[in-house]
């Protein structure tokens, strides 16, 4: 392996900085009344907000930092969200103590031809079921965070003339966010090039990330205990990679044995047992599980993360100081690529494009670590660079202002 798959050290990169013709929105923006019966006075003391964050992840967890900033100003403010019965919303929104409004949708992107047509006729009942839900709920703002659920919602809000909002957390715009841009009041952006795609709509705010991985120590404190070992977080989303799990398991009879790797490695339920497996053959110390659900403490005891590049994941990354190799899931219109490049000219990230990981590459960006592991630590540097710990906080900024402006308009 060469030595460009390493970042090499660099000058720090400047901070970034507000899009250019980016603005808050004018309190006199919003188009209308609501039609909500609570009083100017009423909706800014306790307004009710509607989060479309559904599926993955990756879209569920911004929007419960936002909710959470929301309620930390309005603690008489009523949140919910919107999901589908396919996605983590029940576990993960109902885990948090909200309520989880169901609708019926399908994406549009991947899958058969089929899956696409059944997704194209499902669209007249997801948008009856955002009408009544929206009817029924009266909220005084509609916030999207991407994905196809974002889409009907956040499109008959609009309609409605209720104050909407959408978070563009990817480098490269997805389709929905896209599609819905000329009809909502703002677009959160993650990153300073993406906003000048949505015009003076835009204003930076990073990806909104729980705070417990904000506070995350610096990558120094891992190594207390003074043993010299590195300490490597593998996932690979919520249901896992099978990708990922192949390289690692190909990887470990070529990793250097002698306790010198220390391996935290999500597999997702399907393969936890061969992966167990794996490890165990090889005798190295690892502890395998199919999910992980506190990743404050798993970013906290690494030195390096192996995953995909998820606009969430990467956030995360930034937030927890933590540099990664990141392996870009070929599919969703190139989104992780872009996030993973971008982490990777700030000298936050080793990128591998799916097609060239094998065991051979994955063992040999481990051992050129284990051998100079300084430069984790300048990765880990380098990504906190980029976090930003106040997003939920701007956006929620933003949110206030759009619903003050319809309440007095």
């Known amino acids: 392996m060469s030595d460009a798959d390493l970042p090499r050290p660099e000058p720090p990169p400047e901070p970034p900085r507000e899009p250019r013709g980016s603005r808050r929105p004018d309190p006199a923006g919003p188009r209308g009344p609501l039609g909500a019966s609570q009083g100017s006075a009423g909706r800014e003391a306790s307004p009710r907000l509607l989060i479309a964050a559904g599926g993955t992840g990756g879209h569920i967890y911004p929007g419960l930092a936002v909710a959470r900033e929301l309620l930390s100003r309005h603690p008489a403010a009523s949140v919910r969200f919107v999901g ?15 309520a989880v409004e169901m609708l019926r949708a399908q994406p549009l992107r991947g899958g058969s031809l089929l899956r696409k047509l059944r997704a194209v006729a499902a669209l007249p009942a997801a948008l009856y079921d955002a009408g009544r839900l929206l009817r029924r709920l009266r909220p005084d703002a509609v916030v999207g965070v991407g994905g196809y659920l974002s889409g009907p919602i956040v499109l008959v809000a609009s309609w409605r003339r209720i104050p909407t909002l959408i ?8 389709l929905t966010n896209r599609w819905l841009a000329g009809r909502v009041d703002a677009v959160a952006v993650a990153w300073e090039a993406t906003g000048r795609r949505f015009g003076d709509k835009a204003f930076l705010a990073g990806n909104p990330v729980r705070p417990e991985i904000a506070a995350v120590a610096d990558i120094d404190s891992v190594d207390a205990g003074g043993d010299g070992r590195l300490r490597i977080l593998l996932f690979g989303g919520s249901q896992g990679s099978r990708s990922l799990n192949k390289a690692m398991m190909a990887a470990l ?20 047992e061969r992966v167990r497996t794996a490890y165990a053959e090889r005798g190295l110390e690892a502890r395998v599980e199919p999910y992980l ?27 927890a100081g933590r540099g990664a190799v990141l392996v870009p899931l ?8 872009h996030n993973a490049e971008a982490l990777a000219a ?40 980029l976090a930003r710990p106040d997003a939920a906080a701007r956006i929620v900024d933003i949110l206030d202002d759009l619903i003050r402006g319809a309440a007095s308009g």
Do not use: K, W
């Open 293 to 319: 659900h506190e990743m404050h403490r798993e970013y906290g005891t690494c030195h390096l993360v192996i995953s995909r590049a998820g606009a969430t994941t990467c956030a995360e990354l930034a937030a």
């Open 330 to 337: 070929e599919l969703a219109g190139g989104h992780q690529r």
């Open 84 to 98: 589908t019965p396919r996605g983590l919303e029940s576990e993960l929104v109902g885990g948090a103590g909200f």
């Open 253 to 272: 009879p070529l990793l250097p044995a002698g306790g010198r790797l220390q391996i935290t490695h999500q597999t997702g339920a399907a393969d936890l």
């Open 167 to 174: 978070l563009e957390p990817n480098f490269e715009p997805g």
């Open 346 to 385: 700030a000298g936050a990230a080793i990128v591998v494009p799916e097609a060239e990981l094998d065991g051979d590459r994955l063992a040999g960006i481990l051992t050129r670590l284990l051998e100079d592991p300084g430069r984790c630590r300048e990765m880990g540097r380098r990504a906190r660079q």
